[in-house]
C-alpha cells in the first residue's frame, strides 16, 4: 500500500515567491491496478510520481509504502526498496549503451544465471523482441529500446511499477502495444502511468488528476480509491 | 558474465579504457625496468665489493715498519669461528679494472695471494674454475672472473696490459691463465715476492669465516684501536656501499614518485572524461537502486582491473625485454640483469594500487550529484 499524506512540496523555499509542485496531497493507492496520473504540462505529475518512488523527498507531509515512511529511510535502505519492490519507465529509455539488450534487462538482478537469462528472454518474446536479446541498443528502434526498458523494469518482479510518460517517444501503434502489455501485467503489481495523453490511460483502472500541485479529481473507472 | 561486472564493461569498452591500459603498461614498464636495471647493477658492483667480505675479513697494516701484532695474529687464529687464515700481500693497485656494469662502473684492484692459497680461496668463496689454471708465484699470470673475461674480450693465454683496454691499468704484462665463475668477483695475482708467509702474514692476511653471521673477532681488533690497522670487513665496506646506494634510492624513489603522479593526474582527467559519458548509465543504475557504495565500487573494479592487467602485460613486457638484452646485449658483454627482482616488482605494485585509487577521485565526487533527475538534464 502506497499512503501519501498531507504531502506538500514546494520549491525555492526563503525565497520571495515559493512554487508549490504539489500541495495537501492526500492519496492511498492499494492493490494491483492500473493508476492514471493525469495532468497538462507543469501540472507536479512527474513530481507526485518520484514523490512516491521515494526519489524526491517532499517539503512536508509522509509517504508510507507497506507502513513504512519513505523519508525515514536511511539512502542505502530506500536504495534496497527500490531494487526489490520498484520498477522504473521513465520517457527516454535510458538503456546501457556498451551493453546487450539481454544485460541491460538483467541488470537490476546483476544475475548471469541461466534462470535469469531465461525470465529476461522470456519477459523479452513477450514485449515481442526476444529476437533482438543480443542487440546493442543503438541498433533497435525507440519503440524497440522502450521495450527493453521495460522488461529492465519487470525483471526484478516489482510490486509497484512507475512510468513517467513512458510513451511519449513512441508512436501511437507501439504506444497502444506498450500500454496492452502492461494491462497484463497490472494482475501482478501496482502500475502508476503518469502521461498527458488520456488514450493511453483506457486500461487504467483510476485516473487522478492533477492541476497546479492540487489534486483536482480522482476517477475511479473500475474500482474504488 | 554479470551485467555490471568489469569484464562486461571492459569487453564493450575497450578503445575507452585503451589509453589507461597503455599508460599503465609504459609506467610498469619504465619503473620496473629501471628498477631491474638499478639494482641489478648494484648487484653486480657488490659481487667485487660486499660479497668478497660477505664471510671473509681482510686486514692488514699501512705502515710497513709496524707490523700486524702478534696478538692480533693470535687472537684471530684463537678464534672458533675463524677457519682459513691466509697472507695477503694487499691490493695491487698497479693491475686494475674498470668493470662497467649496465648502470654505472667501478674499479677493481687485483688481490695478491700466494698461489698455494688460491685454491682454499675459490673454495671458501664458492668459485668455480671454469677454465685455466691457477697462477704461480711471481709468474706475472692473472686469474679473472668470466665476466671480466667477457667485457674486454679476453681467453685463456692472451696477454694483458695497458695497451689491451683503456679500462686495464696494469704497470706489467699479464698472461691470463684461469677463468673463474661465482658471486665473487676478484682478480688474483700471485706477485708475492721473495717474502716469507709468515712475514707476509704480518703484511696483511685473510681470513674466512666458519658462520658468517657471527663476526665478533673484527670488533675485537677494531676495539684495540691500533692505527696502522686497516680492516676491510661486512660492516665497513657495508656501510660505504649503503652511502652509495642511498643517494641512488632517492633518484628511484624521486622517479617512481614523479611516474606516479604523472599518471594520477593524466589517468585521473581521463577517467573524469570516460566518467562523464557514462553519467547516465550510472544515474539510471542509481534511480534502479543501486547504492552509491555499490556504484562507487563497481568503478573501482573497473579501474584496479584495467590497471591490474596493464600491470601484468608490463611486468611481462620488462622481463622479455630484459631477457633479450640479457641475450643479445649484455650477457656477452659480461654484464647481467635478472629478470625478476622481489623489490622492484613491489615497486611497480604500487602504480595499479595507487593509480585505480587516486584515479577515480574526481569521478568519484560526481556520485552525489547523481540522481534521477540528472537523467532528465
Redesign the interface.
Known amino acids: 500500500m502506497l499512503k501519501i499524506d498531507n504531502t506538500n512540496l514546494i520549491y525555492d523555499i526563503g525565497k520571495e515567491v515559493q512554487t508549490y509542485a504539489l500541495k495537501n496531497i492526500n492519496l492511498t493507492l492499494e492493490g494491483n491496478r492500473m493508476i492514471g496520473v493525469m495532468g497538462p504540462s507543469g501540472s507536479g505529475k512527474s513530481s507526485l510520481l518520484?514523490v512516491m518512488a521515494g526519489?524526491k523527498i517532499p517539503t512536508s507531509g509522509t509517504i508510507t509504502y507497506n507502513n513504512t515512511d519513505l523519508s525515514k529511510l536511511t539512502?542505502?535502505k530506500a536504495?534496497?526498496?527500490?531494487?526489490?519492490d520498484?520498477g522504473?519507465i521513465?520517457q527516454?529509455h535510458?538503456l546501457?549503451?556498451?551493453?546487450t539488450v539481454l544485460?541491460?534487462v538483467?541488470?537490476?538482478i546483476?544475475?548471469?544465471s541461466m534462470e535469469g537469462k531465461l525470465k529476461a528472454l522470456n519477459l523479452l518474446e513477450r514485449l515481442k523482441i526476444g529476437h533482438l536479446a543480443n542487440k546493442k541498443p543503438f541498433q533497435l528502434s525507440g519503440g524497440q529500446r522502450q521495450r527493453v526498458a521495460i522488461a529492465?523494469a519487470l525483471i526484478n518482479d516489482p510490486k509497484v511499477i512507475f512510468a513517467d510518460e513512458l510513451t511519449a517517444a513512441l508512436d501511437h501503434k507501439s504506444a497502444k502495444e506498450v500500454m496492452d502489455f502492461l494491462d497484463e501485467y497490472k494482475r501482478k503489481a501496482l502500475i502508476i502511468v503518469v502521461t498527458h495523453d488520456p488514450s493511453i490511460l483506457e486500461n487504467a483502472d483510476d485516473i487522478v488528476n492533477i492541476r497546479d500541485g492540487v489534486i483536482v479529481t480522482v476517477d475511479s473507472l473500475k474500482g474504488v480509491v | 558474465m554479470k551485467p555490471l561486472s568489469s569484464y562486461t564493461y571492459i569487453k564493450s569498452n575497450s578503445k575507452k579504457v585503451l589509453p589507461s591500459f597503455i599508460c599503465t603498461i609504459i609506467s610498469v614498464f619504465l619503473i620496473y625496468l629501471f628498477g631491474l636495471l638499478l639494482f641489478g647493477s648494484l648487484a653486480d658492483i657488490d659481487k667485487s665489493s660486499t660479497n668478497v667480505v660477505s664471510k671473509s675479513t681482510i686486514l692488514y697494516t699501512n705502515d710497513k715498519s709496524k707490523p700486524i701484532s702478534d696478538k692480533i695474529i693470535s687472537d684471530i687464529k684463537s678464534d672458533p669461528n675463524v677457519k682459513d687464515v691466509i697472507p695477503f700481500l694487499g691490493m695491487n693497485n698497479n693491475t686494475s679494472f674498470n668493470y662497467s656494469a649496465v648502470f654505472g662502473s667501478s674499479s677493481i684492484d687485483s688481490f695478491i695471494f700466494y698461489s698455494e692459497d688460491v685454491g682454499k680461496i675459490l673454495k671458501n668463496f664458492n668459485l668455480k674454475l671454469v677454465s685455466g689454471t691457477i697462477p704461480k708465484d711471481n709468474a706475472d699470470e692473472i686469474l679473472l672472473p668470466l665476466e671480466f673475461t667477457k667485457q674486454y674480450k679476453l681467453k685463456l693465454g692472451d696477454y694483458l696490459n695497458n695497451v689491451s683496454s683503456p679500462d686495464i691499468h696494469f704497470n706489467k704484462t699479464y698472461k691470463l691463465v684461469g677463468i673463474t665463475k661465482g658471486e665473487v668477483w676478484i682478480p688474483i695475482v700471485c706477485d708475492v715476492g721473495v717474502i716469507t708467509r709468515e712475514d707476509a702474514l704480518k703484511v696483511g692476511m685473510g681470513f674466512f669465516f666458519k658462520d658468517g653471521t657471527n663476526m665478533g673477532i673484527n670488533d675485537k681488533i677494531i676495539a684495540l684501536k691500533e692505527k696502522n690497522i686497516i680492516i676491510l670487513d661486512y660492516k665497513s665496506i657495508k656501510e660505504i656501499m649503503d652511502q652509495t646506494q642511498a643517494s641512488i634510492n632517492v633518484l628511484y624513489i624521486f622517479l617512481d614518485i614523479i611516474i606516479l603522479l604523472v599518471l594520477c593526474i593524466s589517468l585521473g582527467n581521463l577517467n573524469y572524461i570516460v566518467f562523464l559519458g557514462r553519467k547516465n548509465e550510472f544515474a539510471i543504475m542509481s534511480t534502479i537502486g543501486f547504492t552509491e557504495s555499490k556504484l562507487r565500487r563497481k568503478l573501482f573494479i573497473e579501474n584496479t582491473t584495467v590497471c591490474l592487467i596493464g600491470f601484468i602485460v608490463g611486468i611481462g613486457l620488462t622481463t622479455l625485454t630484459t631477457e633479450l638484452l640479457n641475450i643479445a646485449v649484455w650477457q656477452p658483454n659480461g654484464q647481467h640483469i635478472p629478470v625478476f627482482r622481489l623489490d622492484s616488482f613491489c615497486v611497480a605494485l604500487i602504480i595499479p594500487a595507487i593509480v585505480s585509487l587516486f584515479s577515480m577521485v574526481s569521478s568519484v565526487r560526481e556520485f552525489n550529484k547523481l540522481s534521477y533527475e540528472s537523467l532528465c538534464n
Open positions: 518520484y526519489l539512502p542505502k536504495a534496497e526498496l527500490r531494487l526489490k520498484f522504473f521513465f527516454r535510458f546501457i549503451d556498451y551493453m544485460e541491460n538483467l541488470t537490476p546483476n544475475s548471469d529492465r
